[in-house]
């Protein structure tokens, strides 16, 4: 398969910078793949979701809360607020992280700012352990 060029950044700096045989991510449309030779395209990733890169033959899956995907002819660009590979999540973090998000909601109403907070921190929490269970 041929490759294409891809970086992949968050606000921490350049986490992959390299060729890419295909990658796969979800937009706020819905699920995209991306190939060498893709038309000119630029999305909203979904606030919470995975991302699957295959190099290789060999494919990496990542946890995902929002950014943007940029593909041109040169490069595919992909910038996400978080973003961790499935290999390097802290599983056990996840799940505090979950426990303590789920035990905010108990306590919070619906109306108030950190339980929409502490729903979005379940959400990733979630996201992750997801994640982590595929690697």
């Known amino acids: 398969m041929a ?25 706020t449309e819905g699920d995209v793949g991306l190939l060498k030779g893709h038309i000119d395209y630029v999305a909203a990733l979904k606030d919470v979701s995975e991302l699957r890169l295959t190099v290789d033959e060999k494919t990496r899956i990542a946890a995902v809360s929002g950014g943007f995907v940029s593909v041109s002819k040169e490069i595919t660009y992909i910038s996400a607020i978080t973003l961790e590979w499935a290999d390097e999540i802290d599983r056990d973090r996840a799940q505090r992280a979950k426990e303590t998000a789920e035990k905010r ?6 109306e ?17 352990i997801n994640v982590a269970d595929k690697k």
């Open 105 to 110: 909601l108990q306590d919070k109403k619906q």
């Open 112 to 128: 108030d700012l950190d339980y929409r907070l502490a729903e979005m921190k379940l959400k990733r929490a979630l996201n992750r």
């Open 3 to 27: 490759d294409f060029h891809l970086q992949i950044a968050t606000a921490d700096g350049l986490l992959y910078d390299g060729p890419a045989e295909r990658v796969v991510v979800r937009t």
